[in-house]
């Protein structure tokens, strides 16, 4: 079965298309909004040596040398394990809010 991971990232329109770099639709857009992409996947088996992994890393490292640097995107990748937490870029500031949050919950 292996170790699964949930990701997500937001870019803005001028970013190339993640989907036809890495054309294997498990990665698609889920939603526009003001200029930006969302793209989010679940489940997703998250190997640094699998080419799927590569090509993400790969868009991001070429983002980074674009001008705004890692300003130009977000991503987040959240494995099963609750320490397995990994955050790149710093558009925050996007259309989305995407970001992760952990909590508490409780039943009285």
């Keep these: ?3 699964r991971s949930e990701v997500a990232f937001v ?10 770099i890495e054309n294997r639709g498990w990665l698609t857009v889920i939603s526009e909004s003001d200029g930006f992409r ?12 699998f080419p799927v992994v590569k090509a993400v890393l ?5 983002l ?6 890692n ?6 990748r959240l494995g099963e394990d609750n320490s397995d ?4 870029g710093g558009l925050w500031d996007n259309p989305f809010d995407l ?8 039943n009285k």
């Design 38 to 49: 969302l793209y989010h996947a679940t489940w997703v088996k998250w190997y640094s040596d």
């Design 11 to 20: 870019v803005p329109d001028s970013a190339p298309r993640f989907e036809d």
């Design 71 to 76: 300003e130009n995107y977000l991503f987040i």
């Design 1 to 3: 079965m292996g170790y």
């Design 58 to 62: 790969e868009y991001f490292a070429n």
């Design 64 to 69: 980074d040398t674009e001008e705004g640097g």
């Design 85 to 88: 937490v990994e955050e790149e």
């Design 99 to 106: 970001g992760w949050a952990r909590k508490i919950e409780f």
